[in-house]
């Protein structure tokens, strides 16, 4: 049976990643299959997984403790700041629109 565990945090930069990737592997050394999930992340942090695609660093660390291949499915929607009012929006690993005002 699939089970899901949700993190959630009061605030940015409360710990929630950290938890969240060590939850995974422990859960891997104790033989469970997991993965993490952000729908969406807002951060200038990104990394390239094996297949060319752009997510958040925090996913692809997440999943590297649960013993798993980093997957953009992991964290479909990132948001990058390009300013104090804007963002580059990115779906499925892959940059697509600037929001903003100003």
Do not use: W
């Given at each position: ?26 859960f ?15 951060a ?59």
């Amino acid at each position: 049976m699939t089970q899901a565990i949700m993190l959630q945090g009061t605030a940015s930069d409360v710990g929630k990643s950290v938890l969240v990737a060590g939850l995974c592997r422990i859960f891997y050394q104790d033989g469970l299959r997991t993965a993490p999930f952000k729908s969406q992340n807002m951060a200038l942090n990104s990394g390239i997984t094996p297949d060319g695609k752009e997510m958040g660093r925090a996913q692809i660390f997440q999943a590297e403790a649960a013993g798993i291949a980093p997957d953009v499915r992991m964290n479909p929607v990132l948001l990058k700041p390009t300013s104090d009012r804007k963002s580059a929006g990115g779906i499925d690993g892959q940059s697509r629109h600037r929001y903003g005002r100003g």
